[in-house]
Nanobody, 133 residues
Framework: QVQLVESGGGLVQPGGSLRLTCTTSGFTLDYSAIGWFRQAPGKEREGVAC????????YYVDSVKGRFTISRDKAKNTVNLEMNSLKPEDTAVYYC??????????????????????????WGKGTLVTVSS
């Protein structure tokens, strides 16, 4: 069974940093695209950063480029999101999601990010990040 568990959220001042961790199980991380998504109060969920399954390249939404870094640790089955220079508009619930290989298209939730279309099948419950002074 695929499981995704996010951790690392909390309250941070503007300009500060946080590191989110997604702990995964139930699938082979090497062959799955995985990423971070967020939903701010009153807004729709958006893609933040994703790693492709083909070559491990990272893709980011424009608003976080140069500030956030996504990384994958295959040995630990984890995916991290290092967030620096945080802004109040970064306040949101952050979700980890995976594009599971072999799943049909109708089971996926699609997002555009980095000029690509990402179809995510499984989601964690989210972790809240609040950026405020």
């Amino acid at each position: 069974q695929v499981q995704l568990v996010e951790s690392g959220g909390g309250l941070v001042q503007p300009g500060g940093s946080l590191r989110l961790t997604c702990t995964t199980s139930g699938f082979t991380l090497d062959y799955s695209a995985i990423g971070w998504f967020r939903q701010a109060p009153g807004k729709e969920r958006e893609g933040v950063a994703c790693i492709s399954s083909s070559d491990g390249s990272a893709y980011y939404v424009d608003s976080v480029k140069g500030r956030f870094t996504i990384s994958r640790d295959k040995a630990k089955n984890t995916v991290n999101l290092e967030m620096n220079s945080l802004k109040p508009e970064d306040t949101a619930v952050y979700y980890c999601a995976v594009d599971h290989p072999g799943r049909p298209n109708y089971s996926k939730e699609y997002y555009y990010l980095g000029g690509r279309l990402w179809g995510m099948d499984y989601w964690g419950k989210g972790t809240l990040v609040t950026v405020s002074s």
